[in-house]
């Protein structure tokens, strides 16, 4: 492959080397969970498939291709890649992270890392003085998302490293929303990338998993090492889907954020909608910001407000009939949730409404269907 490629072209080539035993274009999934040896106490390249698996590697390849890093470790769901960072935590550490958070990361953070001594704090990562702020000599992780869930905050990434490095922190980001179309954290200074390849990665609905990605190679051994000491992998079928997945994904994100754009353009001017929080409104807060990180579109991602009850905008978001009811994103088809009562179940209520997580909020996920049809069925739903 020549390094030159861009990145669409990557994403196909990258990692699908033609199998040199067949010709097969489309390498052969692997499903050995064993390897044989040259000899005892000597290995070749793979031994056991919880320690390598020649598809799980491919997929590997072509991530950390296109997120730009030097590897990329597969794991059996997203959660299961920010829990392998957590485990580099010991007792007494102490983690920043993103009061925009995923609801799943919140409670790994507060109810499972804090059992082993984690202290943890949430902060506006909009605010690099507030992140310094909140660290302390303790603090050993900055945790942050690419686009903010579900308000759809967006840091200053090349800030919040500065602010972590300069305390001696790593810092890792989750870019599920905002995919390496979009922006490629490592080449802001991140340490650590995740993915949640259940949603863009894949972009089907039909495969959980998780990804991280890292530019440095003591700290891909260092999370290599406790991803074999655990044994969260990702199976060689669900690496081939992700594989899959990855080749449609610039074409994917690209039609999909302008879909959203659009959506969210009239979204705005509805009368039921009192506030829509999408990057590339001009009233976003961060939308000049997003200008100048982000490629290829603003994501896929939107959400918007009614000034309505909790029961009432849960009835809006069952009304709809091409957006389907149900928590996750990313895939191809539509999706509609309530974070109030679905993706965000899982705060403590008080901080729900500290962060802004209000009864009237709405998430989409922008699918590929086409905007006219997505309009019609959302103008029909919030009436
Ligand atoms: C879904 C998701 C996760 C968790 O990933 P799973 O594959 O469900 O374990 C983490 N972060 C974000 C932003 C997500 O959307």
Not at 188 to 207: E, F, N, P, Q, R
Request: charged share 20%; net charge negative; proline share 4%.
């Amino acid at each position: 492959m020549k390094s030159g490629d861009t990145f669409r072209t990557r994403a196909i080539h990258v990692g699908n080397e033609v199998d040199p035993a067949t010709g097969a274009i489309i390498p052969p999934v692997h499903f050995a969970s064993t390897f044989q040896q040259p000899a005892a106490g000597e290995w070749g390249k793979f031994d056991y498939s919880r320690s390598g698996n020649p598809t799980r590697s491919q997929m590997q390849n072509t991530l950390a291709s296109l997120e730009g890093g030097v590897g990329a470790l597969a794991f059996s769901s997203g959660m299961a890649a920010i829990h392998c960072v957590t485990m580099m935590l010991k007792s007494g550490d102490h983690v920043v992270a993103g009061c925009d958070l995923y609801g799943g990361a919140y409670r790994l953070l507060h109810k499972v890392c804090s059992r082993s001594g984690v202290d943890v704090t949430l902060v506006d990562m909009t605010d690099p003085s507030a992140v310094a702020a909140a660290m302390n000599e303790n603090t050993k992780l900055v945790w942050a998302e690419t686009i903010g869930n579900p308000r759809m905050s967006i840091p200053n990434l090349r800030e919040l490293a500065k602010v972590a490095h300069a305390k001696g922190a790593r810092i890792g980001v989750d870019n599920t929303f905002g995919t390496p179309v979009l922006i490629r954290p490592l080449e802001h200074g991140i340490d650590i990338v995740m993915h949640s390849a259940t949603k863009y990665l894949g972009g089907h609905s039909d495969c959980l998993g998780g990804t991280l990605s890292v530019s440095d190679q003591n700290l891909l051994d260092e999370l290599y090492f406790l991803q074999n000491a655990t044994g969260a992998v990702l199976d060689p079928l669900t690496c081939f889907l992700v594989s899959r997945g990855m080749k449609t994904l610039d074409l994917r994100v690209r039609a999909q954020s302008e879909t959203a754009l659009s959506l969210a353009n009239w979204l705005e001017a509805h009368p039921r909608v009192s506030n829509v929080l999408y990057p590339g409104l001009k009233s976003h807060p961060q939308h000049q910001l997003a200008n100048e990180c982000f490629e290829g579109g603003y994501g896929a991602m939107l959400t918007f407000e009614l000034d309505d009850t909790l029961d009432r905008t849960a009835a809006a978001c069952g009304a709809t009939r091409l957006f389907r009811l149900a928590v996750s994103l990313g895939a191809v088809e539509s999706l509609i949730e309530q974070p109030a009562t679905m993706s965000h179940a899982s705060y403590d209520p008080v901080d729900r409404a500290r962060f802004g997580i209000t009864d009237g909020l709405i998430r989409l996920s922008v699918g590929l269907e086409s905007f006219e049809d997505l309009q019609a069925d959302l103008d029909q739903a919030i009436g």
